[in-house]
C-alpha cells in the first residue's frame, strides 16, 4: 500500500518503511508524528481525495533534523563598480521514517499533527491576516508602523515595497522563513527578483 502525501508544498509517494526528506518540521528527533494531508491512497484499491482522503494519514517517526546540500549563490551587479558577491545557502530539513499508512480513523490515532517550523511566524501563518486588515479599510500609516525596511533588500524599491507590503509581507523575519514553495508561488508577483537576489538569505542577516 502506498500514499501520497502533501508537505512544505510538495508531494511525496511513499510505502511503509521509505525513508524521506522534506521541509523542515517542528518536532524533535525520535518523536512520532502524522500527515493529515493525504491526496491518494493506492495498492488492492486506489483512492483519490478531492482534494484529501477523508480520515486517511501517513505516520512517520522523526529520525533527525538535517541540512540539504549546499547552494551557492553569485550576483554581481553590473555598473556598479565590478560589485559582487557570493553567497550559500543549505536548506534545512527534516528526515523521517514512514511507520504506518492508516486508511482510516486518523483523527482517533492521537497522534501529533506535523506541522512546518515555519508555520508559527512565517508566510504561511501571516499570509491569511492581511485579508481581513483589508475588508477593515485601515490607514496605509498603521499598517506600515514598525515594520522593516525592506528596502535593504537587494532589487527592492519603494515600489516593490509597496507589493510586499499589500501581499502582507513587513518584516524580514517573514521572508527568512519562506520555503522554496514560497518563492515560486510569488514570484510572478516580484518578477523573479526574490530568487535571483537570494532574499531569504538577505533577510535571515538582516533579521539578526
Known amino acids: 500500500m502506498f500514499a501520497v502525501l502533501k508537505t512544505g508544498g510538495k508531494q511525496y509517494k511513499v510505502q511503509s518503511g521509505d525513508l524521506l526528506r522534506v521541509e523542515k518540521l517542528a518536532a524533535d528527533a525520535g518523536e512520532k508524528i502524522q500527515f493529515n494531508d493525504v491526496l491518494m491512497l493506492g495498492g488492492d484499491k486506489v483512492t483519490v481525495g478531492a482534494?484529501?482522503?477523508?480520515?486517511?494519514?501517513?505516520?512517520?517517526?522523526?529520525?533527525?533534523?538535517?541540512?540539504?546540500?549546499?547552494?551557492?549563490?553569485f550576483v554581481k551587479r553590473r555598473r556598479k563598480h565590478s560589485s559582487k558577491r557570493t553567497k550559500?545557502?543549505?536548506?534545512?530539513?527534516?528526515?523521517?521514517?514512514?511507520?504506518?499508512?492508516?486508511?482510516?480513523?486518523?483523527?482517533?490515532?492521537?497522534?501529533?499533527?506535523?506541522?512546518?517550523?515555519?508555520?508559527?511566524?512565517?508566510?504561511?501563518?501571516?499570509?491569511?491576516?492581511?485579508?481581513?486588515?483589508?475588508?477593515?479599510?485601515?490607514?496605509?500609516?498603521?499598517?506600515?508602523?514598525?515594520?522593516?525596511?525592506?528596502?535593504?533588500?537587494?532589487?527592492?524599491?519603494?515600489?516593490?515595497?509597496?507589493?510586499?507590503?499589500?501581499?502582507?509581507?513587513?518584516?524580514?523575519?517573514q521572508i527568512a522563513a519562506w520555503t522554496d514553495a514560497d518563492i515560486e508561488a510569488l514570484d510572478?508577483?516580484?518578477?523573479?527578483?526574490?530568487?535571483?537576489?537570494?532574499?531569504?538569505?538577505e533577510a535571515k542577516e538582516l533579521a539578526q
Open 188 to 201: 510572478d508577483a516580484f518578477k523573479g527578483k526574490a530568487q535571483s537576489n537570494n532574499w531569504v538569505a
Open 88 to 173: 550559500g545557502h543549505r536548506q534545512q530539513l527534516t528526515l523521517l521514517k514512514i511507520t504506518e499508512i492508516l486508511a482510516e480513523g486518523a483523527d482517533k490515532s492521537g497522534v501529533k499533527a506535523a506541522v512546518g517550523a515555519g508555520s508559527i511566524d512565517g508566510v504561511a501563518a501571516a499570509a491569511p491576516a492581511p485579508k481581513a486588515e483589508k475588508k477593515a479599510a485601515a490607514p496605509k500609516a498603521e499598517a506600515a508602523a514598525g515594520a522593516d525596511d525592506l528596502k535593504k533588500l537587494s532589487g527592492v524599491g519603494p515600489a516593490l515595497e509597496k507589493k510586499l507590503v499589500a501581499a502582507g509581507i513587513t518584516s524580514f523575519a
Open 51 to 73: 482534494p484529501f482522503v477523508a480520515g486517511a494519514a501517513v505516520q512517520a517517526e522523526v529520525i533527525d533534523q538535517i541540512k540539504g546540500d549546499k547552494v551557492i549563490n
